[in-house]
């Protein structure tokens, strides 16, 4: 280009210079030189103005416009950048198309918006699942398609390390898993996948778990009262059988227990039990449990300390929160040797409220404490038939906790006691008590 470029300039020269020659040839070389530039000026327009017509509409030409020497280069090497640049376009083009041609096979619905939740793009999937419609909906928020509360709080908390579960919006029937990625700046990546069938499963299980205690309570109480009345009379009886009587009503009343807390079980993950959203007075509520576990304790003489802060009044269902405190508080009994101190303390700060139940029992080892609140888990399976426990108080408690928006924390080490404590967000705090019902 460079040695081009010096020809070009050379030819300029020798152009000028030959027009002053023949001006000087008739005696006028200044108006030679003029006419030479008038000439190269003339020229050099009507290359600028193809240049500039090519410009505008690169598609009239097929390729660029002809021209001879500087100005044939500048078109070629105009042309040659402007082929590379259409070129890799056209591979971008054909790389967009393949992703989103993957992304649309997919069965999951994936959604993109900005960090306001203006959707972008969708594939087709997240059009079957959420309902979106290609034309309207673009530039859309997506929480104005997606209504549940859920979703809204789900997208703006920017915590995404768990999925939330949803209904579809535009199909009832269907259950969706979303789960968030955030990309770009602040960007939305937004998974939906269909986990209808796993839903389904899940609902069968309960309902089966359910059914099946609900059957089998029947029978078992009526095997239970006759056993009952076996043992009231067991003077009356041969003394072979009064040991096994009192065994099979010992183990009768077992699984009684154990049916009892997998139909409350089942109830409260179901949701079957209404979540009356009722006002609790945790003060007497924690009052009456530790009267009976007093009666538990009984000649194991636990010292039972109760410290209730301020703001008692928590929103709730009643029943359930009974269920859950009480089998911390049993608990703390069952595990702690006779003597032992069990401290319960609620109290209220800027986070929510919090029920912590102490004790100086046998402790557990931290290895088990992520499994404690599994269906049947226990730490030490070898002292379960001394404490009579089902298995399933922990369970129950957290899915309590669950109902109303709170989480079970365990600290424990072996041999130094334990500390379970409910937390309960703040807006599950009441100000005032519950209205007294109207008798008639
Ligand atoms: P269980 O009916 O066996 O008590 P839970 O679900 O209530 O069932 O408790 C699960 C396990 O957690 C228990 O088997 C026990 O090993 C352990 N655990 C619960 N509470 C305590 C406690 N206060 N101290 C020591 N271990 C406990």
């Known amino acids: 280009m460079q040695h081009n470029w010096s020809r070009y300039l050379r030819l300029i020269f020798g152009f000028l210079i030959a027009s002053t020659g023949v001006g000087l040839f008739f005696g006028q070389p200044l108006l030679g030189l003029l006419a030479g530039l008038v000439v190269y000026l003339a020229w050099t327009l009507v290359q600028a103005r ?36 259409l070129r890799s376009r056209d591979r971008l083009l054909a790389q967009i198309n393949r992703v989103q041609e993957s992304t649309n096979a997919m069965r999951d619905g994936v959604i993109m918006t900005d960090s306001r939740g203006a959707m972008e793009w969708w594939n087709g999937s997240a059009e079957y699942l959420l309902g979106f419609q290609r034309r309207s909906d673009r ?15 789900y997208f703006d908390a920017r915590d995404y390390r768990e999925p939330l579960d949803i209904t579809s919006p535009a199909k009832p029937h269907i259950h969706l898993q979303i789960q968030i990625s955030l990309f770009g700046d602040d960007d939305r990546l937004i998974v939906a996948k269909d986990v209808t069938r796993l839903f389904q499963l899940e609902q069968m299980r309960r309902d089966f778990v359910g059914n099946v205690s609900h059957e089998m309570r029947t029978p078992l109480t009526v095997i239970s009262g006759y056993l009952e009345t076996l043992v009231d009379n067991a003077n009356d009886l041969p003394p072979k059988w009064r040991r096994a009587i009192v065994t099979m009503a010992q183990q009768a009343s077992r699984m009684e227990a154990l049916i009892t807390d997998l139909i409350l079980l089942s109830k409260i993950e179901t949701g079957e039990q209404s979540m009356a959203d009722s006002v609790t007075d945790v003060h007497s509520l924690i009052t009456q449990i530790s009267n009976d576990a007093k009666a538990l304790s009984g000649e194991q003489n636990h010292e039972i300390q109760l410290d209730i802060g301020e703001r008692r009044l928590l929103r709730g269902d009643e029943s359930q929160i009974r269920s859950a405190f009480s089998n911390l508080i049993f608990n703390a009994v069952k595990y702690t040797p006779a003597g032992g101190r069990i401290a319960v303390c609620w109290h209220t700060d800027r986070t929510g409220a919090h029920l912590s139940v102490r004790d100086t029992g046998i402790g557990i080892d931290p290895v088990h404490i992520p499994r404690l609140t599994e269906r049947f888990y226990r730490a030490d399976p070898s002292r379960h038939k001394e404490t009579g426990g089902t298995g399933l108080g922990l369970a129950i408690v957290k899915h309590v906790l669950l109902n109303h928006d709170g989480n079970l924390e365990i600290k424990s080490r072996i041999g130094d006691g334990s500390e379970f404590i409910c937390h309960f967000p703040r807006e599950r705090l009441a100000e005032r008590p519950p209205e007294p019902q109207p008798t008639n």
């Open 50 to 85: 193809k240049l500039y017509q090519w410009l505008a509409n690169p598609s009239a030409t097929d390729g660029a416009p002809e021209s001879l020497g500087m100005w044939g280069d500048i078109f070629d090497g105009l042309h040659r950048l402007n082929q590379g640049h």
């Open 139 to 153: 530039g859309q928020f997506i929480h104005n398609l997606i209504r549940t509360p859920a979703f809204k709080t």
